[in-house]
């Protein structure tokens, strides 16, 4: 597509340097490739946004903002991962609070503002989520792993 778009875009210049029939392959390459690129993402983006069977009728998601604690761990498991050490990290002292990440203040501050108190939402998950207790411990108490392994 760059390649294409280039030439497409400066077709006097390139028309001195090189064939005219350059600039007719690259236009229906460009044509063709736009026509694929429109079609992956009406079909993909479309189902999994709208018509997967997880989704369906849709997520509304989009128009809002918002979406259900238990959504954002199934999409976003890492970031929510990073929320939590980053939180965790400050409330015991091992964090400033300037060097909380710019997705660590929104997501808990979006808590707040939905009446939420970000401890026990976190807390919470803690308490439901063995794995991630144990993920969780072994990032705060690193040092701790070794001596268990021994």
């Given at each position: 597509m760059g390649a294409t778009g280039f030439i497409?875009?400066?077709?006097?210049?390139?028309?001195?340097?090189?064939?005219?029939?350059?600039?007719?392959?690259?236009?229906?390459?460009h044509f063709y490739e736009a026509i694929l690129a429109t079609?992956?993402?009406?079909?993909?983006?479309?189902?999994?946004v709208i018509f997967h069977p997880h989704e369906y009728p849709m997520s509304l998601t989009w128009i809002d903002g918002k979406m259900t604690l238990k959504n954002y761990r199934h999409h976003h498991e890492k970031?929510?991962?990073?929320?939590?050490?980053?939180?965790?990290?400050?409330?015991a002292g091992k964090r400033e609070?300037?060097?909380l990440s710019n997705s660590t203040l929104l997501f808990t501050k979006t808590l707040s503002e939905n009446n939420l108190d970000p401890d026990a939402v976190f807390d919470k998950e803690l308490e439901n989520d063995p794995e991630l207790r144990?993920?969780?411990?072994?990032?705060?108490?690193?040092?701790e792993e070794g001596d268990k392994q021994r």
């Open positions: 497409l875009w400066f077709p006097t210049v390139v028309g001195d340097w090189a064939p005219v029939w350059l600039i007719k392959v690259s236009e229906l390459i079609l992956a993402i009406l079909v993909w983006h479309w189902f999994f970031h929510f991962r990073k929320v939590l050490l980053e939180w965790k990290e400050y409330k609070e300037k060097r144990l993920w969780l411990e072994n990032k705060l108490n690193p040092e």
